[in-house]
């Protein structure tokens, strides 16, 4: 019952889709139709600019920071805080209010990685950061990061390091297929090597 409680608590807080609601108060749009379509931080930085963009990727950032250490709060332990980002994650990407069409989740599972160790955080944006400068596709480093993490977590588990269990370890994989499914279409044009570069809207 208690993960229940989390992942309806993370979907509460993956509701507020920052993109949404910067484009309509800030920006008087609708981001869901300018540019690539989606609610997330690649797109806010494409029509809306840097600074959009940036208050897009912290606000998604911080809000799967909050669910999880408010699940921690209410519950303790790793295991109840990871059900409460795949919420996040969940209420991120289909938001009900909007047709189950939301943002990527990058930002968000992003924000989990440091809550779960900022060590192995850091190691995979680094590798994210060195993937995104030698192809200057945020979507390929996205995918990149989202692949790294559970696989580094996965090592921990078996070295009995950080003291990850197998529950933990399986939500980051799911979160992470997450990732994959909602770049599905990214994967194929990566393959065909019609992806867009990276490009923020002149201000």
Request: net charge neutral; aromatic share 20%.
């Given at each position: 019952m208690e993960r229940i409680i989390c992942i309806i608590i993370g979907y509460i807080f993956?509701?507020?889709?920052?993109a949404f609601i910067f484009?309509?108060?800030?920006?008087?749009?609708?981001i869901r139709t300018e540019g690539s379509g989606n609610s997330g931080t690649t797109n806010a930085f494409r029509v809306m600019g840097k600074k959009a963009g940036?208050?897009?990727?912290?606000?998604?950032f911080l809000k799967v920071v909050l669910a999880f250490f408010i699940a921690r709060l209410l519950?303790?332990?790793?295991?109840?805080?990871m059900y409460a980002a795949l919420g996040c994650v969940l209420g991120h990407t289909?938001?009900?209010?909007?047709?189950?069409?939301?943002?990527?989740?990058?930002?968000?599972s992003l924000g989990l990685m440091l809550c779960i160790s900022p060590v192995l955080a850091v190691v995979t944006y680094l590798i994210g950061f060195c993937v995104f400068k030698a192809k200057n596709y945020i979507s390929l480093a996205s995918l990149t990061m989202a692949a790294v993490f559970p696989v580094l977590m996965a090592f921990c588990l078996l070295g009995g390091?950080?003291?990850?269990?197998?529950?933990?370890v399986v939500i980051m994989f799911i979160i992470s297929a997450l990732a994959f499914y909602k770049h599905k279409e990214n994967i194929s044009r990566l393959l065909s090597g019609t992806e867009n570069k990276f490009s923020v809207k002149k201000e």
């Open positions: 993956g509701l507020f889709q920052t484009g309509k108060v800030f920006k008087h749009m609708d940036i208050a897009v990727f912290i606000g998604d519950f303790g332990g790793l295991n109840f805080s289909f938001p009900f209010y909007m047709g189950f069409k939301g943002g990527k989740g990058i930002a968000c390091i950080l003291g990850f269990d197998i529950e933990s």
